[in-house]
C-alpha cells in the first residue's frame, strides 16, 4: 500500500523539520547541552509539526533511533481526547514511578491535552509538581487557553505557527519534484493557499490533487476539482458590494452556486481575498462572513453581502419584497411615505414624502407603527455598548430573531443565557429596547424559525449543507 504524502515525508530529524526554527533550533540546542526538562508544552495550529517533533524529541532525548512505524516501551503516546477522565491519569501516574527498561527516560507524549477534564489535570498536576527523575511528558494542544496555567507554568512552551506562502509553496515544490508529480506553478498556489500554513492540510491536497490526471495538473483543473470559485468572480462580488449593487450580486451568487460552489466555501474565499487586500470598506464584510454556515447559508451569504444597501431603490427588493426580513417590512398604504430603506434599518423620510404621506392620509400613528416594526439590531446593539460594554460583548456571541414587537435573543451557551438574564442585565437590556419586548433563549431549536432566510435560500438555490467532514474538498 502506498503511503500518504504526509506520512511520508513526516521529519524524523529535528533538521528535517520545515518551518519552525523557533522551536527545533532552541531543543537541538537544549540536547547539545544535555538539557533535557521534565515537561514540555507544544502549543499551535493543526497540522504545524506538534506531534512529529514530540516523537522526535522523545527518541532523541534517549538515542533511540527514529522510525515512523518503531514502537518503543519506554515512549508512551496518549490521546487527551479519549484517555481524558482522572482514572486515566492516575493509571499514568503509577506506571510513571517505574523505571524505563532500554531508554535513560520514560516519555509520555499527551496529544490534545486541553481535552483533559478538571479533575485529571489535577492529577497530572500533581507528578508534574515531584516528577520522578526518569519522566519526561511532551504534551501537545492546538487551545492552549484551555490548558490551566498550574500545568503551563510548570512546562518549557514552545509555539508552533503556520507556515508562510512562500516556505509552503518551495516545501510543496520539492516533494512534487521528489514524487514525480507534474503540477503548473499557479495550481500549487491554490494549493498552498487552500492548505492555510499546514503542512498535513497541504500535503493531503497534494497528494488528492496528484491523481487528478497524468498530464501536468493545471490551475483550471485543480479548481474544478476542489469546486472553487474562480478569481475574477470573487474580485467581481467585492467590486459589486462596494457599489452595492443587489442586482448583479445576486447574478453572481446564483452563476456561483450553480456552478457546484457551496457557500461557505465562497464565504472562505471572499474572506481570503479581503485579508490579502484589507480595506475599512469591507470590515462590515468581513465581520459577517464567518456567520455563513448551516442553516440557510446562501440567504446568510446573500444577506450579508447585502446588508449595507438601499434595497429600496434597487429592482431586486421590488420584485422579491414579500421576501424581506421583518425588519424593513412596510405596511400597506405607507408604501409611498418611504422613500428609501436601509437594509437591515429604519425607513427614512424627508419632507417630499411627509407631503406625499400627508396626501395618502398616513397618519402620526401609522408612521409610528413603521418605525416601531423596524427593529434595528446594529443601532440596539450601539445603545447597549454605550450603556455597558460587557454586556455588549455577551450579545455579540448571540443570534437573533425579531417578530410583532419581540426582539427574541437567542444564546449559544448556556453561560451567556444566564448572565444576559440576570436583573440588572436584563433592565440594561429593555431599558435600551426602546419599548420592545425582550426574551431570552437557549439555542436555535428554542427559538422561531426564520423562514425569510428559508425563502431567500429557497431564491439562490436550495440549502446546502455541510458536511461537517474534514475533506478539504
Given at each position: 500500500m502506498t503511503k500518504a504524502l504526509y506520512r511520508k515525508y513526516r521529519p524524523k530529524?529535528?533538521?528535517?523539520?520545515?518551518?519552525q526554527p523557533q522551536v527545533t533550533n532552541v531543543l537541538a540546542k537544549s540536547l547539545e547541552q544535555g538539557r533535557i526538562s521534565h515537561a514540555y508544552l507544544f502549543v499551535g495550529p493543526r497540522g504545524t509539526g506538534k506531534t512529529s517533533v514530540a516523537r522526535i524529541l522523545a527518541h532523541e532525548i534517549n538515542g533511540f533511533k527514529y522510525e515512523i512505524e518503531d514502537d518503543y516501551?519506554?515512549?508512551?503516546?496518549?490521546?487527551?481526547?479519549?484517555?481524558?477522565?482522572?482514572?486515566?491519569?492516575?493509571?499514568?501516574?503509577?506506571?510513571?514511578?517505574?523505571?524505563?527498561?532500554?531508554g535513560k527516560y520514560k516519555v509520555y507524549i499527551i496529544d490534545e491535552v486541553h481535552m483533559l477534564t478538571k479533575e485529571a489535570f489535577n492529577a497530572l498536576l500533581k507528578i508534574l509538581e515531584e516528577p520522578p527523575k526518569h519522566v519526561v511528558f511532551i504534551m501537545a494542544t492546538t487551545d492552549a487557553y484551555k490548558v490551566p496555567?498550574?500545568?503551563?507554568?510548570?512546562?518549557?512552551?514552545?509555539?508552533?505557527?503556520?507556515?508562510?506562502?512562500?516556505?509552503?509553496?518551495?516545501?510543496?515544490?520539492?516533494?512534487?519534484?521528489?514524487?514525480?508529480?507534474?503540477?503548473?506553478?499557479?495550481?500549487?498556489?491554490?494549493?498552498?493557499?487552500?492548505?492555510?500554513?499546514?503542512?498535513?492540510?497541504?500535503?493531503?491536497?497534494?497528494?488528492?490533487?496528484?491523481?487528478?490526471?497524468?498530464?501536468?495538473?493545471?490551475?483550471?483543473?485543480?479548481?474544478?476539482?476542489?469546486?472553487?470559485?474562480?478569481?475574477?468572480?470573487?474580485?467581481?462580488?467585492?467590486?459589486?458590494?462596494?457599489?452595492?449593487?443587489?442586482?448583479?450580486?445576486?447574478?453572481?451568487?446564483?452563476?456561483?452556486?450553480?456552478?457546484?460552489?457551496?457557500?461557505?466555501?465562497?464565504?472562505?474565499?471572499?474572506?481570503?481575498?479581503?485579508?490579502?487586500?484589507?480595506?475599512?470598506?469591507?470590515?462590515?464584510?468581513?465581520?459577517?462572513?464567518?456567520?455563513?454556515?448551516?442553516?440557510?447559508?446562501?440567504?446568510?451569504?446573500?444577506?450579508?453581502?447585502?446588508?449595507?444597501?438601499?434595497v429600496a431603490e434597487n429592482a431586486f427588493f421590488k420584485k422579491h419584497q414579500r421576501f424581506v426580513r421583518s425588519e424593513s417590512y412596510i405596511p400597506?398604504?405607507?408604501?409611498?411615505?418611504?422613500?428609501?430603506?436601509?437594509?437591515?434599518?429604519?425607513?427614512?423620510?424627508?419632507?417630499?414624502?411627509?407631503?406625499?404621506?400627508?396626501?395618502?392620509?398616513?397618519?402620526d400613528r401609522t408612521r409610528a407603527s413603521v418605525d416601531n416594526t423596524n427593529f434595528n439590531w446594529e443601532e440596539f446593539l450601539s445603545r447597549v455598548k454605550e450603556a455597558n460594554d460587557a454586556i455588549y460583548m455577551q450579545l455579540l456571541k448571540t443570534e437573533y430573531k425579531y417578530n410583532n414587537n419581540t426582539?427574541?435573543?437567542?444564546?449559544?451557551?448556556?453561560?451567556?443565557?444566564?448572565?444576559?438574564?440576570?436583573?440588572?442585565?436584563?433592565?440594561?437590556?429593555?431599558?435600551?429596547?426602546n419599548g420592545i419586548k425582550i426574551e431570552i433563549l437557549m439555542n436555535e431549536q428554542d427559538a422561531p424559525k426564520d423562514e425569510t432566510l428559508a425563502k431567500i435560500s429557497d431564491i439562490m438555490g436550495g440549502?446546502?449543507?455541510?458536511d461537517g467532514g474534514e475533506n478539504p474538498f
Open positions: 530529524t529535528l533538521k528535517e523539520v520545515v518551518g516501551v519506554d515512549i508512551i503516546e496518549i490521546d487527551g481526547a479519549s484517555n481524558r477522565g482522572i482514572d486515566n491519569i492516575r493509571e499514568l501516574r503509577e506506571k510513571a514511578l517505574i523505571a524505563p527498561t532500554s496555567v498550574t500545568i503551563t507554568s510548570r512546562a518549557q512552551v514552545y509555539t508552533f505557527e503556520l507556515s508562510d506562502q512562500k516556505t509552503m509553496f518551495d516545501y510543496l515544490k520539492s516533494v512534487a519534484d521528489k514524487e514525480k508529480i507534474k503540477i503548473d506553478d499557479d495550481a500549487l498556489e491554490i494549493i498552498v493557499k487552500r492548505g492555510g500554513g499546514s503542512f498535513r492540510d497541504s500535503l493531503s491536497l497534494l497528494d488528492q490533487i496528484s491523481t487528478l490526471s497524468d498530464e501536468k495538473i493545471t490551475k483550471e483543473l485543480v479548481i474544478s476539482a476542489m469546486g472553487l470559485p474562480e478569481d475574477e468572480k470573487i474580485k467581481a462580488l467585492l467590486n459589486k458590494y462596494l457599489s452595492q449593487d443587489v442586482v448583479k450580486i445576486t447574478t453572481l451568487l446564483k452563476e456561483l452556486l450553480a456552478s457546484g460552489v457551496k457557500p461557505e466555501t465562497l464565504a472562505e474565499e471572499l474572506i481570503s481575498n479581503i485579508l490579502e487586500d484589507p480595506k475599512a470598506e469591507y470590515l462590515d464584510l468581513l465581520s459577517r462572513l464567518p456567520d455563513v454556515k448551516s442553516p440557510f447559508p446562501e440567504a446568510k451569504l446573500l444577506v450579508a453581502l447585502t446588508a449595507n444597501a438601499r400597506d398604504g405607507a408604501e409611498k411615505a418611504v422613500r428609501r430603506t436601509d437594509f437591515p434599518g429604519r425607513p427614512v423620510y424627508d419632507d417630499e414624502d411627509e407631503q406625499v404621506a400627508s396626501k395618502k392620509g398616513v397618519s426582539l427574541t435573543i437567542i444564546a449559544k451557551k448556556r453561560i451567556v443565557k444566564t448572565i444576559l438574564e440576570r436583573d440588572n442585565n436584563k433592565k440594561i437590556l429593555i431599558d435600551n429596547g440549502e446546502v449543507k455541510n
